[in-house]
T-cell receptor, first 112, second 113 residues
Framework: ETGVTQSPTHLIKTRGQQVTLRCSSQ?????VSWYQQALGQGPQFIFQ???????GRGNFPPRFSGLQFPNYSSELNVNALELDDSALYLC???????????FGPGTRLTVL | GESVGLHLPTLSVQEGDNSIINCAYS??????FIWYKQESGKGPQFIID?????DKRQGQRVTVLLNKTVKHLSLQIAATQPGDSAVYFC????????????FGTGTRLTIIP
């Protein structure tokens, strides 16, 4: 186990709704990255937070937003959900002298 | 743009044999490469990594080879076991800009008992 936790495990929403996903980073890590993984594909980078500031963003619209808290845990918020937002959302933590990102188990989001 | 691709989407190997999973990348600025294993319903699990100043790195039953000339990465798994069945992803990170990982689509490895 990596020590990275995510909640909830599964979530079902309808189009137009908003969702908040949560991630707790591994002890000692100050960086959290979020990825979206569609079925049968590799994870796609959404954005990264380092010491409570956004540190890079992938090709996702502004309705995907995030936060990082002083304890380095993080939230991913998605507004105006679309059917294509159905995916596994992964968070990964890293930090210190390591480049390695360690992933949590993911949150499976289904948009109906 | 940058991309990481895999040569084979599926691979079946007899239990006890060695397996080799290949990966091509296109970003010359990539300086760090990672292999992840993802089992069904779980997040990617770190297997092994390698920096661009190396061409080989070994772990427990796994070896990663990096050929920067042809932008090719491979993962060798020795003496495969049923628990090795999973999807394997290579990922790369550039030393410029943010810290994002770029993943390929993955190779599904099936170990035949």
């Amino acid at each position: 186990e990596t020590g990275v936790t995510q909640s909830p495990t599964h979530l079902i929403k309808t189009r137009g709704q908003q969702v908040t996903l949560r991630c707790s980073s591994q002890s000692g890590h100050n960086t959290v990255s979020w990825y979206q993984q569609a079925l049968g594909q590799g994870p796609q980078f959404i954005f990264q937070y380092y010491r409570e500031e956004e540190n890079g963003r992938g090709n996702f619209p502004p309705r995907f937003s995030g936060l990082q808290f002083p304890n380095y845990s993080s939230e991913l918020n998605v507004n105006a959900l679309e059917l294509d937002d159905s995916a596994l959302y992964l968070c990964a933590s890293s930090g210190g002298a390591e480049d390695t990102q360690y992933f949590g188990p993911g949150t499976r989001l289904t948009v109906l | 743009g940058e991309s990481v691709g895999l040569h084979l989407p599926t691979l079946s190997v007899q239990e006890g044999d060695n397996s080799i999973i290949n990966c091509a990348y296109s970003n010359s600025a990539s300086d760090y490469f990672i292999w992840y294993k993802q089992e069904s319903g779980k997040g990617p699990q770190f297997i092994i990594d390698i920096r661009s100043n190396m061409d080989k790195r070994q772990g427990q039953r796994v070896t990663v080879l990096l050929n920067k000339t042809v932008k090719h990465l491979s993962l060798q798994i020795a003496a495969t076991q049923p628990g090795d069945s999973a999807v394997y992803f290579c990922a790369e990170k550039s030393n410029f800009g943010n810290e994002k990982l770029t993943f390929g689509t993955g190779t599904r490895l099936t170990i035949i008992p």
